[in-house]
Protein backbone atom coordinates (compact mmCIF):
# COMPACT_ATOMS: atom_id res chain seq x y z
CA UNK A 1 0.00 0.00 0.00
CA UNK A 2 1.32 3.35 -1.26
CA UNK A 3 2.23 5.79 1.68
CA UNK A 4 1.06 9.57 2.45
CA UNK A 5 2.18 11.31 -0.63
CA UNK A 6 2.85 15.05 -0.55
CA UNK A 7 3.39 17.86 -3.12
CA UNK A 8 4.92 19.79 -3.59
CA UNK A 9 8.29 18.31 -1.19
CA UNK A 10 9.75 22.07 -1.61
CA UNK A 11 8.37 25.65 -2.34
CA UNK A 12 9.44 29.18 -2.15
CA UNK A 13 7.34 31.85 -2.02
CA UNK A 14 7.65 35.70 -1.42
CA UNK A 15 5.56 37.56 1.39
CA UNK A 16 2.38 38.64 0.50
CA UNK A 17 1.95 35.71 -1.80
CA UNK A 18 0.23 32.81 -1.07
CA UNK A 19 0.32 28.75 -1.19
CA UNK A 20 -1.58 25.72 -1.69
CA UNK A 21 -0.42 22.04 -0.48
CA UNK A 22 -1.34 18.93 -1.72
CA UNK A 23 -1.63 15.65 0.05
CA UNK A 24 -3.12 12.03 -0.63
CA UNK A 25 -3.65 10.17 2.28
CA UNK A 26 -3.29 6.06 2.20
CA UNK A 27 -5.95 4.18 0.12
CA UNK A 28 -8.63 3.50 2.13
CA UNK A 29 -8.10 6.58 4.63
CA UNK A 30 -10.29 9.36 4.99
CA UNK A 31 -9.12 11.26 7.90
CA UNK A 32 -6.81 13.87 6.95
CA UNK A 33 -4.50 16.35 9.35
CA UNK A 34 -2.34 19.13 8.80
CA UNK A 35 0.56 19.83 10.70
CA UNK A 36 2.95 22.26 10.93
CA UNK A 37 6.58 21.56 12.45
CA UNK A 38 9.40 24.53 13.10
CA UNK A 39 12.42 24.53 14.90
CA UNK A 40 10.75 26.70 17.79
CA UNK A 41 7.35 25.88 18.16
CA UNK A 42 7.94 21.68 16.88
CA UNK A 43 4.82 20.13 15.74
CA UNK A 44 1.61 21.80 16.21
CA UNK A 45 -1.88 20.67 14.88
CA UNK A 46 -3.04 22.89 12.11
CA UNK A 47 -6.95 21.01 11.26
CA UNK A 48 -8.18 17.77 10.41
CA UNK A 49 -10.81 17.02 7.86
CA UNK A 50 -13.13 14.11 7.42
CA UNK A 51 -15.32 12.88 4.68
CA UNK A 52 -15.23 16.70 3.11
CA UNK A 53 -15.71 18.60 7.02
CA UNK A 54 -13.29 19.95 9.26
CA UNK A 55 -13.66 18.36 12.37
CA UNK A 56 -10.84 19.79 14.67
CA UNK A 57 -8.76 22.63 14.40
CA UNK A 58 -5.90 24.19 16.06
CA UNK A 59 -4.72 27.42 16.85
CA UNK A 60 -3.98 29.36 13.87
CA UNK A 61 -5.08 32.70 12.39
CA UNK A 62 -7.86 32.36 9.33
CA UNK A 63 -4.75 32.81 6.99
CA UNK A 64 -4.75 28.90 7.06
CA UNK A 65 -7.36 26.92 5.67
CA UNK A 66 -8.36 23.14 3.96
CA UNK A 67 -10.35 21.51 2.63
CA UNK A 68 -11.23 17.69 1.37
CA UNK A 69 -11.72 16.47 -1.83
CA UNK A 70 -14.47 13.58 -2.26
CA UNK A 71 -11.88 11.02 -2.76
CA UNK A 72 -10.47 11.98 0.39
CA UNK A 73 -7.68 14.38 -0.79
CA UNK A 74 -6.89 17.41 1.29
CA UNK A 75 -5.14 20.91 0.39
CA UNK A 76 -4.19 23.13 2.52
CA UNK A 77 -3.90 26.86 1.97
CA UNK A 78 -1.76 29.71 3.45
CA UNK A 79 -2.73 33.13 2.44
CA UNK A 80 -0.84 36.26 2.59
CA UNK A 81 2.77 34.49 3.42
CA UNK A 82 4.76 36.08 6.31
CA UNK A 83 8.24 35.11 6.75
CA UNK A 84 6.92 33.05 10.27
CA UNK A 85 4.92 30.93 7.74
CA UNK A 86 8.40 29.34 6.89
CA UNK A 87 8.18 25.37 8.30
CA UNK A 88 7.90 22.01 7.31
CA UNK A 89 4.07 20.86 6.79
CA UNK A 90 3.03 17.80 7.43
CA UNK A 91 -0.16 16.10 6.32
CA UNK A 92 -1.13 12.44 8.24
CA UNK A 93 -4.01 10.00 7.46
CA UNK A 94 -5.91 7.60 9.41
CA UNK A 95 -8.24 5.29 9.04
CA UNK A 96 -10.72 6.70 11.75
CA UNK A 97 -14.04 6.05 10.90
CA UNK A 98 -15.62 8.28 13.53
CA UNK A 99 -14.09 10.54 16.59
CA UNK A 100 -11.79 8.32 17.82
CA UNK A 101 -8.31 8.34 17.55
CA UNK A 102 -6.86 6.09 15.24
CA UNK A 103 -2.74 5.81 14.27
CA UNK A 104 -1.88 8.54 11.88
CA UNK A 105 0.75 7.88 9.16
CA UNK A 106 2.64 10.99 7.70
CA UNK A 107 3.77 11.95 4.63
CA UNK A 108 7.49 13.50 3.65
CA UNK A 109 6.13 16.56 4.37
CA UNK A 110 6.58 20.17 1.73
CA UNK A 111 9.40 22.42 2.62
CA UNK A 112 8.43 25.64 2.60
CA UNK A 113 10.53 28.91 2.51
CA UNK A 114 9.29 32.30 2.82
CA UNK A 115 11.24 35.02 1.87
CA UNK B 1 -0.37 26.40 26.28
CA UNK B 2 1.96 23.06 26.55
CA UNK B 3 -0.34 20.11 26.64
CA UNK B 4 2.16 17.71 26.41
CA UNK B 5 5.68 18.13 28.02
CA UNK B 6 8.53 16.06 26.94
CA UNK B 7 12.03 15.37 28.59
CA UNK B 8 15.03 15.28 28.24
CA UNK B 9 15.37 17.41 24.91
CA UNK B 10 18.59 15.24 24.41
CA UNK B 11 19.77 12.00 25.26
CA UNK B 12 23.34 10.15 24.30
CA UNK B 13 23.52 6.93 24.76
CA UNK B 14 25.92 4.20 24.73
CA UNK B 15 24.78 0.95 22.35
CA UNK B 16 23.25 -1.95 24.07
CA UNK B 17 21.83 0.49 26.57
CA UNK B 18 18.44 1.44 27.55
CA UNK B 19 17.03 4.67 26.46
CA UNK B 20 14.36 6.27 28.59
CA UNK B 21 11.87 9.29 27.36
CA UNK B 22 9.37 10.82 29.68
CA UNK B 23 6.37 13.05 28.87
CA UNK B 24 3.74 13.94 31.00
CA UNK B 25 -0.23 15.55 29.81
CA UNK B 26 -2.21 17.82 31.25
CA UNK B 27 -5.90 17.25 29.13
CA UNK B 28 -7.49 14.00 30.91
CA UNK B 29 -9.85 13.77 27.51
CA UNK B 30 -6.66 12.41 25.42
CA UNK B 31 -7.44 8.82 24.86
CA UNK B 32 -4.49 7.86 22.25
CA UNK B 33 -1.00 8.47 23.29
CA UNK B 34 1.74 7.30 20.13
CA UNK B 35 5.14 7.52 19.74
CA UNK B 36 6.79 8.92 16.62
CA UNK B 37 10.45 8.41 15.46
CA UNK B 38 11.71 11.30 13.30
CA UNK B 39 14.73 11.24 10.91
CA UNK B 40 16.32 14.40 9.43
CA UNK B 41 14.42 15.02 6.02
CA UNK B 42 11.94 12.72 6.81
CA UNK B 43 8.15 12.45 8.29
CA UNK B 44 7.54 11.60 11.31
CA UNK B 45 6.64 7.38 11.61
CA UNK B 46 4.71 5.94 13.52
CA UNK B 47 6.60 3.55 16.52
CA UNK B 48 4.18 2.55 19.00
CA UNK B 49 1.04 3.94 20.96
CA UNK B 50 -0.96 3.17 23.48
CA UNK B 51 -4.75 3.61 25.26
CA UNK B 52 -5.48 4.20 28.72
CA UNK B 53 -6.60 1.41 29.47
CA UNK B 54 -3.73 -0.84 29.47
CA UNK B 55 -0.64 0.33 31.80
CA UNK B 56 2.21 -1.19 29.02
CA UNK B 57 2.54 -2.26 25.68
CA UNK B 58 5.99 -3.98 24.56
CA UNK B 59 6.68 -4.11 20.54
CA UNK B 60 10.02 -5.63 20.21
CA UNK B 61 12.69 -3.42 21.60
CA UNK B 62 10.46 -0.56 21.90
CA UNK B 63 7.80 -0.55 25.25
CA UNK B 64 5.63 2.32 26.58
CA UNK B 65 4.90 2.40 30.17
CA UNK B 66 1.79 4.73 30.37
CA UNK B 67 0.54 5.83 34.02
CA UNK B 68 -3.03 7.39 34.34
CA UNK B 69 -2.92 8.86 37.25
CA UNK B 70 0.19 10.81 37.19
CA UNK B 71 -0.95 11.76 33.73
CA UNK B 72 2.36 10.39 32.15
CA UNK B 73 3.77 8.02 30.34
CA UNK B 74 7.24 6.85 28.83
CA UNK B 75 9.35 5.59 25.98
CA UNK B 76 12.11 2.53 26.63
CA UNK B 77 14.38 1.48 23.67
CA UNK B 78 16.02 -1.38 24.98
CA UNK B 79 19.24 -2.79 23.29
CA UNK B 80 19.75 1.16 21.99
CA UNK B 81 21.48 0.78 18.76
CA UNK B 82 22.94 3.17 16.31
CA UNK B 83 20.25 3.25 13.74
CA UNK B 84 18.11 4.27 16.56
CA UNK B 85 19.79 7.77 16.75
CA UNK B 86 16.67 10.05 15.90
CA UNK B 87 14.44 12.56 16.76
CA UNK B 88 11.43 10.83 19.18
CA UNK B 89 7.93 12.74 19.99
CA UNK B 90 5.76 11.78 22.32
CA UNK B 91 2.05 12.74 21.62
CA UNK B 92 -1.81 12.60 23.17
CA UNK B 93 -4.35 12.84 21.32
CA UNK B 94 -8.10 13.13 21.42
CA UNK B 95 -10.59 12.10 18.14
CA UNK B 96 -6.95 12.89 15.66
CA UNK B 97 -6.79 16.59 17.74
CA UNK B 98 -2.84 15.49 18.27
CA UNK B 99 -0.95 17.13 20.31
CA UNK B 100 3.01 16.60 20.63
CA UNK B 101 5.58 16.92 22.65
CA UNK B 102 9.00 19.10 21.88
CA UNK B 103 10.83 16.15 21.29
CA UNK B 104 14.07 14.02 22.23
CA UNK B 105 16.76 13.87 20.09
CA UNK B 106 18.50 10.93 20.98
CA UNK B 107 22.58 9.83 19.78
CA UNK B 108 23.56 6.25 20.46
CA UNK B 109 27.26 5.75 20.44
CA UNK B 110 29.01 3.22 18.61
Known amino acids: KAGVTQTPRYLIKTRGQQVTLSCSPI?????VSWYQQTPGQGLQFLFE???????NKGNFPGRFSGRQFSNSRSEMNVSTLELGDSALYLC??????????????FGPGTRLTVT | QQQVKQSPQSLIVQKGGISIINCAYENTAFDYFPWYQQFPGKGPALLIA?????SEKKEGRFTISFNKSAKQFSLHIMDSQPGDSATYFC?????????FGAGTRLTVKP
Open chain 1, 27 to 31: SGHRS
Open chain 1, 92 to 105: ASSSSPGRDSYEQY
Open chain 1, 49 to 55: YFSETQR
Open chain 2, 50 to 54: IRPDV
Open chain 2, 91 to 99: AASRANDMR
